[in-house]
């Protein structure tokens, strides 16, 4: 009987010991983020930092931010990570977020083929190049998705006095992608496009593209980060999501995020501290 008893508390063991990888496997949160975070490779160095010390791991949908927040607002996320600050905050005026903070900021630049068609090159005001760009007809590729640089891009056509949903014409491409499709159209095409900075950083096929107009401070690209609210979505995962977004503004993640170059550029800097950002 003993003898029996032993091979049954070892069979218990056994399965116990089995199915514990599967049972800490299913902790894990969802994070809607965006394209830029993802395609710049910053995912892949944030996220083991974090798995490792919390043991949650963190499955990323990487999508443009509004497909990201609408993502969210269905309840299919536990956290937001996205770029865009008036649809964040229209996020938080529904209620489907808790609180955004502010995280990092890096910029965008405009893109365009060395040759130059518009003669933007070297320029530092955003809306008059794009201005340019279209007075030449000169091809631009767009990513057309909602996106936080999509919004980005119609905020700078508006500033530059162009309703470009009106004004488009055959020259205007718009790909309904992300930034990584939207950079290979490009270059296919050679055309200007507006891109983040760290995405054209990661990005490898440049062909006859290169960085023609940075520094204007409507360039700005600021992100946030949010727990979607419990309350609304109660499949939510309120601890580990609450404890991903603690750690990203943290001393500790956003050391980490500081940490993230590629050939010795940093791609994103911190700024969970700062008021009103």
């Keep these: 009987m003993e003898l029996r008893t032993s091979f049954v508390r070892i069979a218990y063991l056994a399965l ?17 983020s965006t394209t830029s975070t993802e395609q710049s490779g910053l995912f892949k160095h944030l996220l083991p930092i974090f798995e490792q010390k919390t ?10 931010t509004g497909q990201a927040l609408d993502l969210a607002r269905r309840g299919d996320a536990d956290v937001v990570f996205v770029h865009a600050k008036s649809a964040e905050e229209e996020f938080l005026r529904e209620g489907h977020g808790v609180r955004r903070f502010p995280v990092m900021y890096n ?8 040759s130059d068609p518009a003669g933007i090159a070297g ?10 760009i279209k007075n030449a007809s ?14 980005a891009e119609v905020n700078l056509w508006a500033l530059a006095g ?35 900075r760290a995405t054209w950083l990661a990005f490898n096929n440049r062909g006859d ?11 700005m690209n600021q992100y946030g980060i949010m727990l979607v609210n419990p309350e609304k979505h109660p499949s939510v995962k309120r601890a580990d999501g609450q404890a991903f977004v603690d750690w ?30």
């Excluded at 043991?55 to 443009?64: P, T, Y």
């Excluded at 000169?138 to 919004?151: M, N």
Aim: hydrophobic share 45%; charged share 20%; net charge neutral.
């Design 16 to 32: 116990a010991l089995a199915c514990a990888p599967s049972a800490l496997a299913q902790r894990f949160i969802t994070v809607a």
């Design 123 to 132: 320029g530092a005001d955003a809306p008059d190049a794009l201005r340019k």
């Design 55 to 64: 043991g949650i791991e963190v499955r990323v949908v990487a999508l443009g």
């Design 248 to 277: 990203v503004v943290s001393p500790e993640g956003q050391a980490a995020i500081a940490d993230y170059k590629i050939a010795g550029e940093q791609l994103f800097f911190p700024n969970a501290g700062e008021p009103g950002a």
């Design 209 to 219: 593209l290169a960085i023609l107009v940075q520094g204007d401070r409507r360039l």
């Design 138 to 151: 000169a091809a631009f590729v767009s990513r057309g998705d909602r996106s936080g640089t999509h919004i």
């Design 162 to 196: 162009v309703d470009i949903a009106k004004d488009k014409g055959p020259w205007y491409r718009e790909t309904g992608q992300g930034m990584g499709p939207a950079l290979n159209t490009a270059s296919a095409m050679n055309a200007y496009l507006l891109s983040d």
């Design 107 to 114: 910029d965008f630049v405009i893109i365009g083929p060395k």
